[in-house]
């Protein structure tokens, strides 16, 4: 830890934090949002509950993600947790298998619940919300959305990124 001259702690840098990031292994999730007939989304780790009671999670989206101002413009998202089989649709949507953009949605089944926000069919669970609050927080925006649908399934396995690779629980078989 460095410290600025009046004694206060600075932070560390952007490749430290990156590092330390890289061992924080998270459930891997598409975020979704459509308006006019428009879908866009992403893949993210970034999102958690908040509570049950009401029904609130939180997501963080870079303000430069193609999605990022689709989302905030349709006051909904939707937060498919994917299966570990999906790890095809996590790459596409973050544009890691060198397809276009406009490719996003022809991989998977797409379906929609209240909101209209796209939702991946055989994902581990769709959580549809409306946008409740948005929180600027340097690069990022922090949506928080109450949860005003969902549809789950209880028989497949989480895909997770952690180590910097995609990867499933290791005592689950797939
Ligand atoms: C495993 C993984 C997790 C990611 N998590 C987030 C996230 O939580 N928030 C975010 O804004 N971007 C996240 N990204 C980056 C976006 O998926 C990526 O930048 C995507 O290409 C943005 O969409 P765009 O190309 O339309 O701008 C993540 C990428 C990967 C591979």
């Given at each position: ?19 330390g ?6 459930a891997v ?22 509570s ?9 989206v ?10 905030r ?24 298998d ?10 998977g ?27 600027t ?12 649908d969902?549809?789950?399934r ?12 995609f ?5 689950q078989?797939?």
């Amino acid at each position: 830890m460095t410290e600025t001259q009046n004694g206060a702690p600075d932070a560390v840098s952007e490749e430290q934090y990156t590092f330390g990031m890289r061992q924080l292994a998270a459930a891997v999730n598409i975020i979704t949002a459509a308006k006019n007939g428009t879908r866009n989304g992403l893949t993210a780790t970034a999102a958690c509950s908040i509570s049950a009671d009401p029904p609130q999670l939180l997501i963080c989206v870079n303000a430069e993600a193609g999605a990022h101002d689709l989302i905030r413009d349709a006051g909904s998202f939707c937060l498919n947790v994917l299966a570990r089989e999906q790890e095809d649709v996590a790459k596409r949507f973050a544009s890691m298998d060198g397809a276009d953009r406009s490719e996003r949605y022809d991989l998977g089944d797409w379906t929609e619940l209240t909101t209209g926000a796209p939702v991946l069919q055989n994902a581990l669970a769709n959580f549809d919300c409306e946008i409740v609050q948005q929180i600027t927080a340097g690069t990022h925006s922090i949506f928080i959305g109450k949860v005003v649908d969902i549809q789950t399934r209880d028989d497949g396995h989480s895909l997770i990124f952690g180590e910097g690779q995609f990867t499933g629980i290791s005592n689950q078989s797939d």
